[in-house]
């Protein structure tokens, strides 16, 4: 189900139907803006003479903290071949 306005007492709703549910909030501030050197390496990549598939075997890496499945890649670089003609 899906709602475009917010649900009232959707918290107590959801811990009755799922006793062990957990209210996860995220304080932007702990974040913080990007770091200068993450910016600087993010376009050095971007820069770099990668082919686009290494390129996004290191996004992939970075997101997930593992590689990608080699049938994931293969799909990437597939659809990749298809943009390009």
Same mark, same amino acid.
């Given at each position: 189900?899906?709602?475009d306005?917010?649900?009232?007492?959707?918290?107590r709703?959801?811990?009755?139907?799922?006793?062990?549910?957990?209210?996860v909030?995220?304080?932007?501030?702990?974040?913080?803006?990007?770091? %200068? /050197?993450d !910016?600087? &390496?993010?376009?050095?990549?971007?820069?770099?003479?990668k082919?686009?598939?290494?390129?996004?075997?290191d996004?992939?890496?970075?997101?997930y903290?593992?590689l990608? %499945? /080699?049938a !994931?890649? &293969?799909?990437f670089?597939?659809?990749?071949?298809?943009?390009?003609?």
């Amino acid at each position: 189900m899906v709602h475009d306005e917010p649900v009232p007492d959707l918290a107590r709703k959801v811990r009755q139907q799922l006793g062990n549910a957990l209210v996860v909030r995220l304080e932007p501030a702990v974040l913080g803006p990007p770091r %200068e /050197a993450d !910016v600087a &390496e993010d376009m050095a990549r971007a820069l770099s003479r990668k082919r686009p598939v290494e390129m996004y075997r290191d996004f992939h890496e970075r997101q997930y903290q593992r590689l990608p %499945e /080699a049938a !994931v890649e &293969e799909a990437f670089q597939k659809l990749y071949e298809e943009c390009e003609d």
